[in-house]
């Protein structure tokens, strides 16, 4: 075998360098390169997540404020509604109505309470945040026109929520007066913080210490 010129030995070298920087390239660079791409993206994630949070931190005064606000006004519409309604409540608030618009209220009868609403907010004992009850009072009255608007603006304008689910009324031409019925509904909401409590009835002795000694 004929020895190899200094010609050829160079080449070789130089043959054997180009593969190992191919090689080098093929399996070092672009594996780097990839994995700074990689980093790359990352990093422009992170920037895009730090922008929005400067974003939100600079509007948290703005978020704040509006979410005072928004439970400002829903304590406002809770305040409404009463803590509850008994046969009792609905019969004093009838009296009242009585007193001031000179209806003159002839039959009541009542209907049990009804769940309308229940929030999907629960307490740590597992029941609901809210619960909103229909208390359903049916009347028969008499009353004069001015009367019946009086009524109406009564209904209206009590503190505690109610309306009028249904409403028929006649003239009676021997009184000059209005006699029908209507369907009051009375409106309760149940939640922490809102305690019913039983109405106080001044003036009615209401049981006695023995049932068997006459008076």
């Known amino acids: 075998m004929k020895k190899m010129t200094q010609n050829q030995m160079q080449l070789i070298l130089l043959l054997l360098i180009v593969i190992i920087m191919a090689g080098a390239y093929q399996f070092g660079y672009q594996n780097f390169n990839k994995k700074a791409q990689l980093v790359q993206a990352e990093n422009e994630q992170i920037r895009q997540h730090i922008t929005e949070m400067k974003q939100k931190q600079g509007q948290q005064a703005n978020y704040e ?3 005072a606000e928004t439970e400002e006004k829903i304590e ?26 000179k209806i003159s209220i002839s039959h009541i009868s009542f209907v049990p309470d009804s769940l309308i609403y229940s929030s999907t907010k629960t307490k740590e004992d597992g029941t609901p945040e809210m619960l909103m009850y229909s208390t359903q009072v049916s ?9 019946l608007k009086n009524c109406m603006d009564f209904i209206n304008s009590y503190p505690e929520r109610m309306n009028v689910e249904s409403f028929n009324i006649v003239y009676d031409q021997e009184t000059g007066k209005l006699k029908g019925a209507m369907i009051i509904n009375l409106y309760s909401l149940v939640r922490e913080g809102n305690t019913y409590t039983a109405p106080i009835v001044s003036g009615v002795n209401i049981g006695t210490k023995n049932i068997f000694k006459a008076k």
Do not use: W
């Open 65 to 67: 404020t509006g979410v």
């Open 76 to 101: 406002e519409i809770c305040v409404k509604y009463g803590p509850g309604n008994t046969p009792e409540k609905s019969i004093m608030i009838l009296r009242a109505m009585e007193k001031q618009t």
């Open 139 to 147: 009347v028969t009255f008499e009353v004069g026109y001015d009367g």
